[in-house]
């Protein structure tokens, strides 16, 4: 049992570039969630998966696309990197119900944007 | 949605002191209260929640109270260690978005 996995751990891209964050869970759980953290500002809601086949926008989702690929992945997209979105990004999964209401978080990816 | 607010952003302590990191949430039908520590480079790991029908719940040296009526919850730590040094984030759950809203985050040192 891995948990929630992300992959790649460190990227560095040019402005312009594109990539996809890849995240995997193998806990069975429905809800899927993509944060960014910078310095001082906490951890911000990009995008939310609630189920496989629905996708959310979160607080700061401007730049970015995902894709609920099915129940375990949950990929992100730059599909044009600005330095603005250097950051460290993390997803998680939630399992709610039966008295547990708990999210779980990857090991997170740290991207710079040069 | 959801604005969490989170005070200090920095505490320092003396090892064996108690510390008290406190967070106030906008929405009154948020229901669930996490607390989240996160060391130097790893992800955040839950270490105490709470729910909106508990006033205060306790796990060894950790601790948290919500005041629904005032819409704040605080986070408690007796005989602190070096070990707790760390940077705790609260949170409170977005109804409308079924997702966390995290507070900025408190930097904690404990002092040997």
């Known amino acids: 049992n891995a948990g929630v996995t992300q992959t790649p751990k460190f990227q560095v891209l040019k402005t312009g570039q594109s990539m996809t964050l890849q995240c995997a869970q193998d806990?069975?759980?429905?809800?899927m969630y993509w944060y960014r953290q910078d310095p001082g500002m906490g951890l911000r809601l990009i995008y939310y998966?609630?189920?496989?086949?629905?996708?959310d926008k979160g607080e700061v989702p401007n730049g970015y696309n995902v894709s609920r690929l099915n129940k375990r992945e949950f990929s992100l997209r730059l599909e044009s990197a600005a330095p603005s979105q250097t950051s460290v990004y993390f997803c998680?999964?939630?399992?709610?119900?039966?008295?547990?209401?708990?999210?779980?978080f990857g090991p997170g990816t740290r991207l710079t944007v040069l | 949605g959801e604005n969490v607010e989170q005070h200090p952003s920095t505490l320092s302590v003396q090892e064996g002191d108690s510390a008290v990191i406190k967070c106030t949430y906008s929405?009154?039908?948020?229901?669930?209260f996490p607390w989240y520590k996160q060391e130097l480079g790893k992800r955040p790991q839950l270490i105490i929640d709470?729910?909106?029908?508990?006033g205060e719940k306790k796990d060894q040296r950790i601790a948290v109270t919500l005041n629904k009526t005032a819409k704040h919850f605080s986070l408690h730590i007796t005989e602190t260690q070096p070990e707790d040094s760390a940077v705790y984030f609260c949170?409170?759950?977005?109804?409308?978005?079924?997702?966390?809203?995290f507070g900025s985050g408190t930097r904690l040192q404990v002092q040997p």
């Open positions: 998966s609630a189920s496989e086949g629905t996708t």
């Open positions: 949170a409170a759950r977005d109804t409308g978005r079924r997702a966390l809203t």
């Open positions: 929405d009154s039908a948020s229901n669930y």
């Open positions: 806990m069975n759980h429905n809800s």
């Open positions: 709470i729910r909106s029908n508990v």
């Open positions: 998680a999964s939630w399992v709610s119900g039966r008295g547990t209401d708990t999210q779980y």
